[in-house]
Nanobody, 123 residues
Framework: QVQLVESGGGLVQAGGSLRLSCGAS????????RGWFRQAPGKEREFVAA????????YYADSVKGRFTISRDNARSTVYLQMNSLKPEDTAVYYC????????????????WGQGTPVTVSS
């Protein structure tokens, strides 16, 4: 089992920045990747970004490329999402996810999820 706890969400004006954090506990030695997903009201959950835990390679949704940056601190088993130039359409609950094995894709098939942290971007 892996437990994930997100923090850092809040209310920000358009054009502003937020930094999300996701700490992990439990069987973190089995980390293959960590990802961030989001779910806006009335919409399905969507992929935002992911990072390969060993190699550090990163992957982003087209909608956030150039604005969001995912990073990790292996020693703290923590992943971050730096969000800049925020837009009202970025408003959503942001979820951290843990992937324990190589499923062939960084965009889905995560096996543990956090409770989410809300982000609201006002216009």
């Amino acid at each position: 089992q892996v437990q994930l706890v997100e923090s850092g969400g809040g209310l920000v004006q358009a054009g502003g920045s937020l930094r999300l954090s996701c700490g992990a506990s439990g069987r973190t030695f089995s980390t293959y990747a960590r990802g961030w997903f989001r779910q806006a009201p009335g919409k399905e959950r969507e992929f935002v970004a992911a990072i390969a835990w060993s190699a550090g390679s990163t992957y982003y949704a087209d909608s956030v490329k150039g604005r969001f940056t995912i990073s990790r601190d292996n020693a703290r088993s923590t992943v971050y999402l730096q969000m800049n130039s925020l837009k009202p359409e970025d408003t959503a609950v942001y979820y951290c996810a843990h992937k324990s094995y190589n499923s062939g894709s960084y965009y889905y098939e995560y096996d543990y999820w956090g409770q989410g942290t809300p982000v609201t971007v006002s216009s």
